[in-house]
C-alpha cells in the first residue's frame, strides 16, 4: 500500500463510520443520535435565551463561538456521511443551517439576523434525522403532523419576536425589552390587540399585518391537525398517491387495490 492511498483509505473508513452513524440502526447509533438531538435542544435552548444574557458581552461570545464549532463539526460530519455530497447541499434545510453557523461565526456582523437562529428548531423537526431517532414509531402519524405544526408556530412566534425586538428595541418606548416583545407577538398573533404596545409608523403596520396573517394561518394548520380525520401514508403502486383513509382498500384516485400495513405490522 502506497503513502498516497492509506489518507484515501482512512477517509472512507471515517465516511462509512459516520454513515453508520448517522443513518444506522444499531444501538450505538441509536444513542449516538440521540446525543446529537440533546445537544441541539441545548443550542436551541441557547438561541431562544440568547437576547436575555447579552448584558455579560464576554460570557455570550464565548459561548456563541462554542456553539458554532459545535454545529460546524455536526454539518462537516453530516456532509461526509451523506452518499452525494452536492445532493446534500440541494436541500433547503442544510443552506439554513448553514445560515444560522454564519450568524453564529460572525455575531458583530450580522446582529441583527441573529433571530433567525431560532430556525434551527423548525429545521430539527422536519429533519428525517429526528424521526428517525426519537419518533420511529410516530413517523407518519398524526403525532408527526401535529408535532410539526406546533413547532412551526412557536418557531414563528419566537422569530417574530426576535424581529420585533431587533427593530424597534430603543425606537420606541413601547418596546422596552424582550418580554415586551414577545407580549405584542402574541397579542397580535391572536388578534386579542390590547392596545397597550403599539409598533409605530407604517414599518409597524405591516410587521402588525404579517404577524396576524401568519399567526392565523399557523393557528388554522394546527387546528386543521388536531381535527381532520386520520389518514395514512402509503403510496399507490400504480397513481402514486400517498395519503389513503386508515381502512382504505382501494385508492381513492384510481381504484388500485392497497394494502395498508396496519399499526401491529410496524
Same mark, same amino acid.
Given at each position: 500500500?502506497?503513502?498516497?492511498?492509506?489518507? !484515501?483509505?482512512?477517509? *472512507?473508513?471515517?465516511?462509512?463510520?459516520?454513515?453508520?452513524?448517522?443513518?444506522?440502526?444499531?444501538?450505538?447509533?441509536?444513542?449516538?443520535?440521540?446525543? %446529537?438531538?440533546?445537544?441541539?435542544?441545548?443550542?436551541?435552548?441557547?438561541?431562544?435565551?440568547?437576547?436575555?444574557?447579552?448584558?455579560?458581552?464576554?460570557?455570550?461570545?464565548?459561548?456563541?463561538?462554542?456553539?458554532?464549532? *459545535?454545529?460546524?463539526?455536526?454539518?462537516?460530519?453530516?456532509?461526509?456521511?451523506?452518499?452525494?455530497?452536492?445532493?446534500?447541499?440541494?436541500?433547503?434545510?442544510?443552506?439554513?443551517?448553514?445560515? +444560522?453557523?454564519?450568524? =453564529? @461565526?460572525?455575531?458583530?456582523?450580522?446582529?441583527?439576523?441573529?433571530?433567525?437562529?431560532? +430556525?434551527?428548531?423548525?429545521?430539527?423537526?422536519?429533519?428525517?434525522?429526528?424521526?428517525?431517532?426519537?419518533?420511529?414509531?410516530?413517523?407518519?402519524?398524526?403525532?408527526?403532523?401535529?408535532?410539526?405544526?406546533?413547532?412551526?408556530?412557536?418557531?414563528? %412566534?419566537?422569530?417574530?419576536?426576535?424581529?420585533?425586538?431587533?427593530?424597534?428595541?430603543?425606537?420606541?418606548?413601547?418596546?422596552?425589552?424582550?418580554?415586551?416583545?414577545?407580549?405584542? /407577538? %402574541? /397579542?397580535? =398573533?391572536?388578534?386579542?390587540?390590547?392596545?397597550? +404596545?403599539? @409598533?409605530?409608523?407604517?414599518?409597524?403596520?405591516?410587521?402588525?399585518?404579517?404577524?396576524?396573517?401568519?399567526?392565523?394561518?399557523?393557528?388554522?394548520?394546527?387546528?386543521?391537525? *388536531?381535527? !381532520?380525520?386520520?389518514?395514512?401514508?402509503?403510496?399507490?403502486?400504480?397513481?402514486?398517491?400517498?395519503?389513503?383513509?386508515?381502512?382504505?382498500?382501494?385508492?381513492?384516485?384510481?381504484?388500485?387495490?392497497?394494502?395498508?400495513?396496519?399499526?401491529?405490522?410496524?
Amino acid at each position: 500500500m502506497t503513502s498516497t492511498d492509506r489518507p !484515501r483509505e482512512g477517509g *472512507l473508513r471515517l465516511r462509512a463510520r459516520l454513515r453508520a452513524l448517522y443513518h444506522g440502526s444499531s444501538q450505538t447509533a441509536v444513542r449516538f443520535r440521540l446525543a %446529537v438531538l440533546v445537544i441541539d435542544m441545548i443550542i436551541i435552548a441557547f438561541f431562544i435565551a440568547a437576547p436575555l444574557l447579552k448584558n455579560s458581552i464576554l460570557a455570550f461570545y464565548v459561548v456563541d463561538y462554542v456553539i458554532a464549532c *459545535l454545529l460546524a463539526l455536526d454539518l462537516a460530519a453530516r456532509a461526509l456521511a451523506w452518499a452525494d455530497l452536492k445532493d446534500w447541499l440541494k436541500r433547503p434545510i442544510v443552506w439554513v443551517d448553514l445560515f +444560522i453557523l454564519a450568524t =453564529l @461565526l460572525f455575531p458583530a456582523w450580522l446582529f441583527n439576523l441573529g433571530f433567525l437562529r431560532v +430556525i434551527r428548531l423548525w429545521t430539527l423537526v422536519n429533519s428525517d434525522f429526528f424521526w428517525r431517532t426519537i419518533g420511529r414509531k410516530y413517523d407518519d402519524t398524526r403525532v408527526e403532523d401535529t408535532t410539526r405544526a406546533v413547532v412551526a408556530l412557536v418557531t414563528f %412566534v419566537f422569530v417574530a419576536t426576535g424581529f420585533v425586538y431587533t427593530s424597534f428595541m430603543g425606537r420606541y418606548e413601547g418596546i422596552s425589552g424582550w418580554i415586551d416583545a414577545l407580549y405584542f /407577538t %402574541v /397579542t397580535s =398573533l391572536t388578534t386579542t390587540g390590547y392596545g397597550d +404596545i403599539l @409598533l409605530p409608523g407604517a414599518w409597524g403596520r405591516i410587521v402588525s399585518i404579517v404577524i396576524m396573517l401568519v399567526g392565523v394561518t399557523l393557528f388554522v394548520r394546527l387546528g386543521q391537525t *388536531l381535527l !381532520r380525520p386520520h389518514k395514512v401514508r402509503h403510496p399507490c403502486d400504480r397513481c402514486g398517491l400517498q395519503v389513503h383513509d386508515p381502512d382504505a382498500v382501494h385508492c381513492k384516485a384510481c381504484g388500485n387495490l392497497l394494502c395498508i400495513p396496519d399499526e401491529g405490522s410496524h
